[in-house]
């Protein structure tokens, strides 16, 4: 916000706290919430090692949001980590983890960034996480 201060004022302010807002809306809605109220640590935690696995839904008619994730490398393989955002006719909105993706109509853009060191996943044993890290190429 103080960025927004110096640059333009009073509007700067006004326009960096709307970007938070809809950062923090979209955040929300990768975790499945749209209601701040709803919000909980277990959003914040990783899961419990016993916790349940992943309860896959497939969505029909749904228009793609949108899709932010990362291409690694895991066990000498590329590997897919998508989270994703979908509405449907009547403006619910649904978010987690792409498992797959057919697409019937439409295009994507896709924007790609690319780091000098390699990313690769792996488990991470002190949280027992599927975790992205960064590994010098050389």
Request: net charge negative.
């Amino acid at each position: 916000m103080l960025y927004g201060l110096g640059a333009m004022g009073q509007a700067g302010v006004t326009r960096a706290l709307e970007i938070i807002r809809k950062e923090l809306d979209l955040t929300m809605a990768f975790c499945g919430h749209t209601d701040i109220r709803a919000v909980g640590r277990d959003i914040l935690l990783p899961p419990h090692p016993h916790a349940p696995q992943f309860n896959p839904r497939t969505f029909r008619n749904v228009e793609m949001a949108s899709i932010v994730g990362s291409l690694a490398w895991k066990e000498g393989k590329p590997s897919i980590h998508a989270h994703g955002v979908a509405g449907d006719s009547s403006f619910d909105t649904y978010g987690g983890h792409i498992l797959s993706m057919e697409v019937g109509t439409g295009s994507l853009e896709v924007t790609v960034t690319v780091y000098p060191q390699q990313l690769e996943r792996g488990i991470d044993p002190k949280i027992g996480a599927n975790v992205l890290g960064l590994r010098d190429s050389h």
